[in-house]
């Protein structure tokens, strides 16, 4: 098997609800067994850190799945693979497979990017930017206008710039990766 590293996505598996974690370490053990590791690259079960108010007014931190009964993993589909993971111990199917030997449907990018993000799989982008500082756009229809900043949305990753349109101040939003600081 050769890995072209094309049609590398983020595929979900179901499993039983309550075995994630035993299907996750299968899966692991399986890819190292069968020399898999070009093909598949991550499994992932995601997991949430809540704090819970006990009856004493104390708060305890408590771990959640939110996705009960699903494994996330980052591999190419192919043939063995498929297989491979399909037969895995405690693994029901694959999410967006009508069975019958057809291949699963990936997650989008816009589906995965949150489960990353809470799982801390992917940081969140951080900007060195306050509220008053200048500037430019590096993109987009407004690409080298320069202005001040109005607004920073760090969980949509937005920035609120108000900018100089035929002599009138007017507020406009863009993304993290489309400006500099002038």
Known sequence: MSSPNIGRSWYVVQSYSGCENAVKANIERRVESMNMNEFIFNVLVPEEKKLEKKKNGEYKE?????FPGYVFIDMIVTDETWFMIRNTPMVTG????????????????????????????TKEKKIDLNVGDSVQIT???FQNQVGRVEEIDEDKELIKILIDVFGR??????????????
Not at 62 to 66: F, L, Q
Not at 169 to 182: A, M, Q, R
Request: glycine fraction near 12%; aromatic fraction near 4%.
């Open 62 to 66: 408590i771990i959640t799945k939110p």
């Open 94 to 121: 694959f999410l967006g497979s009508s069975g019958k030997g057809t291949k699963p449907v990936p997650l989008s990018q816009e589906e995965i990017d949150p489960i990353l993000k809470m799982c801390g799989v």
């Open 169 to 182: 101040l007017t507020p406009t939003e863009v993304g993290f990766d489309s400006i500099k600081k002038v």
């Open 139 to 141: 993109s987009g229809p």
